[in-house]
């Protein structure tokens, strides 16, 4: 038994120690009458101390250039950071710090084995302005992009493929990341156009050819082996024979998974959104989120970085921003919206734990949940999201014309024309009013569609 604390009557384990009436006392530095964490300390006088014990230097000094590190991080909820510090990659992360010499920038992060830990203490760093705001998707793209590229052998491959994933993908993603965040998956497609475009050139390699020497059929033979790879690789081979890198070859366009995965039932949909809507043994994020991708189509990643600011309320009852033009939202979800916004709590392990101006705040100081935490939940509760977001792109668009859809849902126009096309939705124009529709005789709701309106779920 690993001993936890200790009192008059012995010693005790952490489960022992903490249900024993002994270990709540009053704290000897503040006089607060709680559970002790220890040295008669409660975890707010405790929580510091530690901290600064891992900061310091031999001499068991804070070096200046530590004393931002030191307050970003002493702002932490006092469990949170007694816990973060009682794992050992903090503690090594800590005493990195604490040896070395300089300020603490974004350069000395990136350098420390990347780790949940490391992540943690950026953010809660970013988010007290110890380290300059920036786009972490997109300079972890960067820095996994410099270390691929010192693993290809060949320095003529390195130049090429070098200069594809700059000027193609990282001045793209760069010019993007200028007006909206980066998500995880836009950069797992670069790094598999990367990967395919290495496996290509090295399949020439091991048949005798290179990019420059090669023809219409041996592309073809690696396409028909390469399996998905030639959908990935189709970036690439176009560009370099765009710029004379290649000959002149033909590759078959992407395909689209544009709707291939629905659900199964077609009240499907429905009973998942009337659950949602009234189950109150649901956690209140996760019935919004869900109503958010099973009514209104809207992908995890999108609705992951909501803010509050695009609840409005008036008199015309509580609208929702989610494209040009507000969507208004019929009760109850609406209700479950408001309150979301104002009970909405953040589970920050490090740093400030403030929600900020996100909808759903995130385990992460200053920032929102992430894409995939938030699948995960919906998971949790029966909700596929690729497959729930599909049926109900589809079922909107058989109602709505392109141009609504796109400027109430947020999604291109070219995009929403393609899921009123794969609707069978031949309306291009927009019409004052729509009339209603019902779903299943009395068990479906009706949808009435007017400009500014999008209802499309149970009361």
Excluded at 199 to 222: F, K, N, V, Y
Aim: contains cysteine; positive net charge.
């Amino acid at each position: 038994m690993r001993v936890y604390g200790r009192i008059d009557a012995g010693p005790l384990c952490t489960t022992c120690y903490r249900k024993h009436p002994s270990s709540r006392r009053r704290c000897v530095q503040c006089g607060t009458h709680e559970h002790l964490h220890h040295f008669g300390l409660c975890a707010a006088c405790a929580a510091p101390r530690q901290l600064h014990a891992a900061l310091a230097n031999h001499s068991g000094d804070l070096r200046s250039e530590l004393e931002p590190v030191f307050s970003a991080l002493a702002d932490s909820k006092a469990s949170s950071l007694l816990l973060w510090l009682s794992h050992q990659q903090p503690k090594q992360i800590l005493r990195t710090l604490a040896e070395g010499t300089g300020p603490v920038t974004h350069a000395t992060v990136d350098e420390m084995p990347a780790s949940r830990a490391v992540t943690y203490l950026r953010a809660a760093l970013a988010a007290t302005e110890v380290l300059p705001a920036r786009d972490e998707q997109l300079a972890s793209l960067e820095r996994w992009l410099s270390a691929f590229l010192q693993r290809v052998d060949d320095s003529q491959e390195r130049a090429l493929i070098s200069r594809f994933a700059t000027w193609v993908h990282l001045r793209r993603l760069r010019s993007r990341a200028r007006r909206r965040p980066i998500t995880h998956g836009q950069c797992q497609t670069v790094r598999h156009d990367i990967y395919a475009a290495v496996a290509l050139q090295r399949w020439l390699r091991q048949h005798g050819s290179s990019l420059s020497t090669c023809d219409q059929a041996q592309i073809d033979e690696w396409l028909a082996q390469a399996g998905r790879k030639h959908i990935q690789a189709r970036s690439f081979l176009t560009w370099s024979a765009a710029r004379g890198h290649i000959p002149a070859v033909h590759v078959p366009p992407r395909g689209t998974s544009r709707g291939a995965e629905q659900l199964a039932e077609e009240d499907e949909r429905w009973q998942i959104s009337k659950r949602l809507l009234h189950d109150t043994d649901l956690a209140l994020t996760d019935r919004v989120a869900g109503c958010l991708v099973v009514l209104y189509g809207q992908p995890v990643s999108r609705i992951a970085r909501l803010t509050t600011d695009k609840i409005l309320t008036g008199a015309e009852g509580v609208q929702l921003q989610l494209g040009s033009r507000p969507v208004e939202i019929p009760e109850p979800l609406g209700s479950l919206l408001l309150e979301l916004a104002e009970s909405r709590q953040a589970f920050a392990v490090l740093g400030q734990n403030e929600q900020g101006p996100w909808l759903f705040p995130g385990g992460r100081a200053g920032q929102a949940m992430t894409a995939s935490h938030l699948t995960v939940r919906l998971n949790r509760v029966g909700i596929r999201a690729r497959a729930s977001r599909n049926t109900a792109l589809l079922d909107l668009a058989a109602q709505i014309p392109a141009s609504v859809l796109s400027d109430v849902l947020g999604i291109s126009i070219t995009c929403a024309v393609a899921w009123s096309h794969d609707a069978g939705n031949t309306r291009l124009g927009y019409a004052a009013d729509f009339a209603r529709r019902e779903f299943l005789k009395s068990e479906q709701p009706q949808l009435p569609v007017r400009p500014g309106k999008v209802m499309s779920h149970p009361s």
